[in-house]
């Protein structure tokens, strides 16, 4: 069974920063595409950060230029650094990654439980 968790979410003031991380464990193959997305309450998720097999990255206009998503594939473990942190970004923050496991060699979406970021003065 693959397991997702994110960490690393908190109060921050306007202007600061935070690096969010999410691991993954279980009998896992292989990971292509990491994702994260944030959602805040009633309303729609939104995707902010992508990063491929290749760490190739893009990034929602809104976040682009402040977040970094990076990835450390020898601990199954992608992070989103980031910076200059808006009230605007106040979400829950989740990973979503597409993960192929020794048991199942079809790759298939997974999603953490989330992590939240409250931006405030």
């Known amino acids: 069974q693959v397991h997702l968790v994110e960490s690393g979410g908190g109060l921050v003031q306007p202007g600061g920063s935070l690096r969010l991380s999410c691991v993954a464990s279980?009998?896992?193959?292989?990971?292509?595409?990491m994702n994260w997305y944030r959602q805040a309450p009633g309303k729609q998720r939104e995707l902010v950060a992508v990063?491929?097999?290749?760490?190739?990255?893009d990034y929602s206009d809104s976040v682009k230029g402040r977040f970094t998503v990076s990835r450390d594939d020898a601990r199954n473990t992608m992070y989103l650094q980031m910076n200059n942190l808006k009230p605007e970004d106040t979400a829950k923050y989740y990973c979503?990654?597409?993960?192929?496991?020794?048991?199942?060699?079809?790759?298939?979406?997974?999603w953490g439980q989330g992590t939240q970021v409250t931006v405030s003065s």
């Open positions: 279980g009998t896992i193959f292989r990971i292509n595409t």
């Open positions: 979503n990654e597409e993960i192929a496991m020794y048991s199942d060699y079809r790759m298939r979406y997974y």
């Open positions: 990063i491929d097999s290749d760490s190739h990255t």
